[in-house]
T-cell receptor, first 116, second 110 residues
Framework: GAVVSQHPSWVICKSGTSVKIECRSL??????MFWYRQFPKQSLMLMAT?????????EQGVEKDKFLINHASLTLSTLTVTSAHPEDSSFYIC????????????FGEGSRLTVL | EDKVVQSPLSLVVHEGDTVTLNCSYE??????LLWYKQEKKAPTFLFML????IEKKSGRLSSILDKKELFSILNITATQTGDSAVYLC??????????FGTGTLLAVQP
C-alpha cells in the first residue's frame, strides 16, 4: 500500500516550453502533497505544499507563476514548469502523506527534467 | 531558522562493518524525525521517530532519537553492498512540512 506514482520519469524539452509532471496516490487519498526539487549531490528542497481544492503554498524563493501546482483531486497533483530554462533542469519529486496516517511521507519515483 | 545537519557527509566502509549515521536538528515545535534511504531515484521510508529513547529496529537497521540533545542516529550492522545509498533524515514541525538534511552518502565496498 501507499504507492505514489509520478509521470513522466524523465523528460527533455526545449527552452521556453512548458512541462507538466503528474503525481498520483494510487491506493490512498492524499489531502496534502509536497513537491521537492533535488540538484545533483544535494538534498531535497521543498518547493511547495499542495492542498486538495485550494491554492498551493510556496516556499520562499520559489516562483509560483513559474511552477504552477494544481491539486484537483484527492489522488492527483500536477506541477507545471512554465517557460522552462536550462537552469530548471533538475530532479523533481512529489510526495504524499497518508490522510489520517502517522505522518510519514511516501515518495514518487521522481521526474528528471532536462531543458535544452 | 529550523535546520537539520547530518554527519558525516560521506562514508566508505567494507562489507560487514557497522556504521552510525548522525542527524542533529534545531527546530521549533518538533513533531517527528524521519529517516529515508535514497538510491538512484526517490527516497524510501525507513523510520519515523517521535519519542526519545525508544529504539526503532528493522533487520540490520535501527534508529533512536534523543529529544533532549536534539539528535538521532541510524545504525546499520553487518553492512552489505546493497546498503550503499544516501541516507536522509528529515524533521516535521508544526507546519507538517518535512525539512531534509543534506544526507550522508554511504558506500559499502565488497
Amino acid at each position: 500500500g501507499a504507492v505514489v506514482s509520478q509521470h513522466p520519469s524523465w523528460v527533455i524539452c526545449k527552452s521556453g516550453t512548458s512541462v507538466k509532471i503528474e503525481c498520483r496516490s494510487l491506493d490512498f487519498q492524499a489531502t496534502t502533497m509536497f513537491w521537492y526539487r533535488q540538484f545533483p549531490k544535494q538534498s531535497l528542497m521543498l518547493m511547495a505544499t499542495s492542498n486538495e481544492g485550494s491554492k498551493a503554498t510556496y516556499e520562499q524563493g520559489v516562483e509560483k507563476d513559474k511552477f504552477l501546482i494544481n491539486h484537483a483531486s484527492l489522488t492527483l497533483s500536477t506541477l507545471t514548469v512554465t517557460s522552462a530554462h536550462p537552469e530548471d533542469s533538475s530532479f523533481y519529486i512529489c510526495s504524499a502523506r497518508l490522510a489520517g496516517g502517522a505522518g510519514e511521507l511516501f515518495f514518487g519515483e521522481g521526474s528528471r527534467l532536462t531543458v535544452l | 531558522e529550523d535546520k537539520v545537519v547530518q554527519s558525516p557527509l560521506s562514508l566508505v566502509v567494507h562489507e560487514g562493518d557497522t556504521v552510525t549515521l548522525n542527524c542533529s536538528y534545531e527546530v521549533t515545535n518538533f513533531r517527528s524525525l524521519l529517516w529515508y534511504k535514497q538510491e538512484k531515484k526517490a527516497p524510501t521510508f525507513l523510520f519515523m521517530l517521535t519519542s526519545s529513547g525508544i529504539e526503532k529496529k528493522s533487520g540490520r537497521l535501527s534508529s533512536i532519537l534523543d529529544k533532549k540533545e536534539l539528535f538521532s542516529i541510524l545504525n546499520i550492522t553487518a553492512t552489505q553492498t546493497g546498503d550503499s545509498a544516501v541516507y536522509l533524515c528529515a524533521f516535521r514541525g508544526a507546519t507538517n512540512k518535512l525539512i531534509f538534511g543534506t544526507g550522508t552518502l554511504l558506500a559499502v565496498q565488497p
